[in-house]
């Protein structure tokens, strides 16, 4: 057998979505404690009771689009997660900034988003796999603030080449669902792949939730992809 392929599920709302998130075999829960509009987003008390309702039974991932130092360091002391998720605008926050910002986290892991718009992505996962835990790869959509969300797929070859690039653990993100995710495992090799909007259920007036049986249908296919 191989090496597991680890699945991450964006965005829970609620304690108990992210339970029953976890007990469908999701790795890492993500949450989006944030006011600003993005899809799935919770306020900061929600977001540190989903964070403690998940632990032990799988990674809670906080992610922010803040280029703030402080403005991050602030999130993750306040809402706790296992994972903080940067992806703000590319090119605002160095390798640099984020070693720095890494400092004032304590035990905190961290995973940068790379915006996978052409092979240019290649030089700068590789600036950032030296400093942080984790590389998302994922797409960029006009008007949505910062990396992801976008719900379509980049350029696999890219992605491929990062992964035989870096040492860090790589995740592909990016327009990923239950018929697709087994070829791109297949093409890409990823440590973990994660989804957001193809495991979605879509409310009236707007918003979402998560659908329980898109998420189990994805951790099995991508179970399934990640097996020799």
Sequence with gaps: MGIPVRVQIYTAQTPAEAMALARLGVDHVGVTPSDLGLPGEVDVRTARAICDAVKGRARAVALTVSTVPSEIVDMVNRVDPGILHLCGPPGVLSAGDVADVRKDLGEVEIMQAVAVAGPEAIDVAVSFAPVVDYLLLDSIAPGIPGIGAAGVVHDWAVSAEIVRRVSVPVILAGGLSPTNVAEAIHIVAPWGVDSLSHTNRLLQGG????????????????TDGGSP
Excluded: P, Y
Aim: aromatic share 12%; no cysteine; proline share 0%.
């Design 207 to 222: 918003g979402f939730t998560k659908d329980l049986d898109l998420v189990r249908a994805f951790v099995n296919a991508a």
